[in-house]
């Protein structure tokens, strides 16, 4: 190994990539205007999530309950009767209802006694998602209060109040990775082969390896980057950043590993760039929306999210908000990693199969 | 520049040595046998031509002894160094311009340079090297805003980083206007001077005539003439060919270059 070509590679690589303004528009500034205009839409300030009300048990208990819900100034209240307020959630008018069953106590729910009911509207998928984790969040902390003990699955909620852009920010960083990958590799690497610039550096004595290693981490450096720019803006627009830095760049790194390999995959087999265009869109475009970048899978049909539970930007997109969103260790989302090492493997082996220098 | 189209070079004597030597090169594609046992040497210093029509196996001939084709059969030795056993070996001591060169867009031509001399584990003096191609005032350019002359001058600067025993051109002056086809003569025969041997492959046969020392002519992957061009056309003569019309003293080349300077002309 010679570390003077490796190095020259390495920084020529990274040059050529920053003075790609083509290259730079899409991985860098796209993923940021996206960032930009969903921070300007949604959230100038707090999410909003419309909940109606349906009180059918009229206790003490259910009118405190109903008290508390209208202090928390994400939910705007809306009280009616049950089949009012469903109605209003078809329309659109409600982005959650919560039902309180006749007969409810405010306690621990114990089998057979009638508990809470809430009805997300699918269509607002995160409204309706925030106000789920708020509404446990509160009846937790009234029931804690009340001396029945803490909910532990309720217990790290209290005092956050998720938005969209927690949502978002894990996704966006997971879209970029994957975008960066495959389109900055396939576009970049194939026009070289085309042109012939590959060829070029082949009447040299240096092996060809070097130019993928120096290709390679030049990438992965950038991906990297690109994650601390990302996480810094998100945290300019009200990201609440709760797990490890040094995890999220962990999971970042392996990530990238994936969509790299796809990458070199796709320049690999193809010979211009036609062929690599629609190769690395078909590969891209179902992620991008089945793998819950913009909207939770939760509002996907069953059998779609089975399906799309594998796809690799699916993992990486889960591992990402598992980290920022709750905060978690490297032992919860070991399934995560588990499949992305396995993604990792596979297209590392089809690249290697596919790859032709010429 | 113009100085070098009528100052005639001195040629390099002595006891010449061969520096490449081909012995029954094959090369088969398919069913078209591309290179149909090619053997010849070139000695040191020299310029030697190899010329011949489109798909006559001359550029086929070339990437093998390059290294850059795998050889079906036959040996190539490249000063001293067997390129099939050590194909690097040799790509270490030879420059290379390819037929098609391109390079990497974004690096400018100093940066190109400086990164082309690390390859070969060398530190360059690259605007010393562009001064030698006159190329100096474009050093921080990218290539692609390069005329075709240009172009093939960097090029042919790229090949020279690792000051090789031998320089390998592939058509250079193919697609340039006469202008920029005769100052890249003068830029051979100055690299000539230097010491370097030159082996280049094209098909305007004035310009073999007028730079190489030696030439072999393929036909369909063999080489039916290797001599010197001038015993060749007199070789020709011995055998009692005539034209059919007498050649004037001048061509519409040099009407063509009377009438618009040698100057060239790159925009």
Not at chain 1, 43 to 70: I, M
Not at chain 1, 183 to 198: C, E, N, P, Y
Not at chain 1, 212 to 225: K, Y
Not at chain 2, 211 to 224: E, F, N, P, S, Y
């Amino acid at each position: 190994m010679r570390w003077v070509v490796y190095w020259s590679l390495f920084v020529a690589s990274f040059k050529m990539f920053v003075r790609n303004r083509a290259a730079l528009f899409f991985s860098l500034f796209v993923p940021l205007l996206i960032m930009l205009i969903f921070g300007v839409l949604n959230f100038g300030g707090s999410t909003t999530v419309t909940l109606g009300v349906v009180d059918e048990a009229n206790t003490t208990g259910s009118h405190a309950l109903v008290t508390a819900l209208g202090h928390v100034t994400t939910f705007d209240l809306h009280p009616g009767t049950h089949d009012a307020e469903l109605a209003q959630l078809k329309e659109g008018h409600r982005d959650l209802v919560l039902v309180i069953p006749a007969g409810y106590e405010l306690k621990v729910p114990t089998a057979g006694s009638p508990g809470l009911v809430a009805y997300g509207n699918q269509s607002k998928p995160e409204q309706a998602r925030v106000g789920g984790l708020l509404l446990n969040a509160i009846v937790g902390q009234m029931l804690a209060g009340g001396g029945a003990g803490p909910l532990v699955a309720v217990q790290d909620l209290p005092g956050r109040s998720l938005g969209y852009i927690d949502f978002l920010v894990p996704g966006i960083l997971g879209l970029t990775l994957m975008q960066l990958g495959l389109f900055s590799v396939s576009f970049g690497f194939v026009q070289l082969k085309r042109t012939g610039a590959l060829r070029r550096l082949f009447a040299t004595p240096t092996s060809p390896a070097y130019f993928l290693a120096a290709q390679v981490t030049s990438r992965l450096i950038i991906g990297l980057t690109q994650v601390f720019v990302l996480l810094g803006v998100g945290l300019w627009f009200g990201l609440h950043l709760v797990g490890s830095i040094v995890l999220l760049l962990g999971i970042s790194l392996l990530g990238s590993i994936i969509f790299l390999a796809i990458g070199f995959g796709i320049a690999g087999w193809a010979k211009n760039e036609d062929q690599a265009a629609p190769l690395a869109n078909l590969v891209s475009l179902p992620m991008t929306f089945l793998s819950g970048v913009f909207f939770s899978r939760d509002a996907m049909p069953a059998f779609l999210r089975t399906i799309t539970d594998y796809l690799p930007l699916t993992y990486l997109n889960h591992a990402l908000r598992s980290v920022v969103n709750d905060g978690v260790g490297v032992g919860a989302i070991a399934g995560d990693l588990l499949g992305m090492a396995i993604w990792a493997a596979i297209a590392f082996l089809i690249a290697v199969r596919l790859f032709k220098w010429e | 520049m113009t100085s070098w189209l009528t100052t005639d070079a001195p040629h390099h004597q002595g006891a010449p040595k061969p520096i490449v030597q081909v012995h029954d090169l094959r090369k088969r594609y398919g069913t078209l046998q591309a290179v149909d046992g090619v053997s010849f040497e070139i000695t040191e210093g020299e310029v030697f031509g190899i010329l011949g029509p489109n798909g006559a196996g001359k550029t086929t001939t070339l990437e093998m002894i390059e290294g850059m084709r795998t050889i079906d059969s036959g040996t190539a030795i490249v000063d001293g160094v067997d390129v099939a056993k050590d194909p690097r070996g040799v790509k270490a001591r030879i420059g290379i311009q390819l037929q098609a060169s391109s390079f990497f867009d974004e690096l400018n031509l100093l940066e190109l340079l400086e990164l082309f001399g690390h390859l070969y584990g060398r530190r360059v003096d690259a605007k010393e090297l562009l001064v030698d191609v006159e190329l100096s005032e474009k050093a921080r350019s990218q290539v692609r805003t390069l005329s075709g002359g240009q172009k093939q001058r960097f090029s042919i600067a790229a090949a020279l980083v690792n000051d090789p025993r031998v320089l390998f051109l592939d058509e250079p002056t193919t697609g340039l206007d006469p202008q920029a086809r005769r100052h890249l003569w003068g830029l051979v025969r100055q690299i000539r001077d230097r010491g370097h041997t030159v082996v280049l492959t094209t098909h305007y046969l004035e310009e073999a005539e007028e730079l190489c020392d030696r030439v072999a002519i393929m036909d369909g992957g063999k080489i039916v003439a290797l001599d010197q061009p001038l015993a060749l056309i007199d070789a020709l003569l011995a055998r009692g060919f005539t034209k059919e019309r007498v050649e004037r003293l001048a061509n519409l080349e040099d009407v063509f270059i009377d009438l618009t300077g040698h100057t060239l002309r790159e925009d």
